[in-house]
């Protein structure tokens, strides 16, 4: 599985910006797809996850402003977030896991940066 991650930029505090997260396998054969992003000196974060039934997972932290999403026949897999925080800034990486040979796999990072 490859992913290409996109959609990264400088923000200004309460501003808005979309990633994406292309596959190049179908999108409905992956468990699960998610968003990590990682703080410098810091291990990677769990953001946000959405199964193939679309249930989704939000840590609290951005519960109410990031919205994760899948377009099956994009084989892409977004993050939208409104209400941008100082806070929020970090490489935000996507990630698939395959539960049945319990693997994961990662895209490039992308920067967020939220500042004034």
């Known amino acids: 599985v490859q992913l290409q991650a996109s959609g990264g930029g400088l923000v200004q505090p309460g501003g808005s910006l979309r990633l994406s997260c292309t596959s190049n396998?179908?999108?409905?054969?992956?468990?699960?797809m998610s968003w990590y992003r990682q703080f410098p000196g810091k291990r990677r974060e769990l953001v946000s996850t959405?199964?193939?039934?679309?249930?989704?997972y939000y840590a609290d932290s951005v519960k109410g402003r990031f919205t994760i999403s899948r377009d099956s026949a994009k084989n892409t897999v977004y993050l939208q977030m409104v209400g941008l925080k100082p806070e929020d800034t970090a490489v935000y990486y996507c990630?698939?896991?395959?539960?049945?040979?319990?693997?994961?796999?990662w895209g490039q990072g992308t920067l967020v940066t939220v500042s004034s």
């Open positions: 990630n698939a896991y395959l539960p049945i040979i319990a693997t994961n796999y």
């Open positions: 959405i199964t193939t039934g679309d249930s989704t």
């Open positions: 396998r179908n999108m409905l054969s992956i468990d699960l």
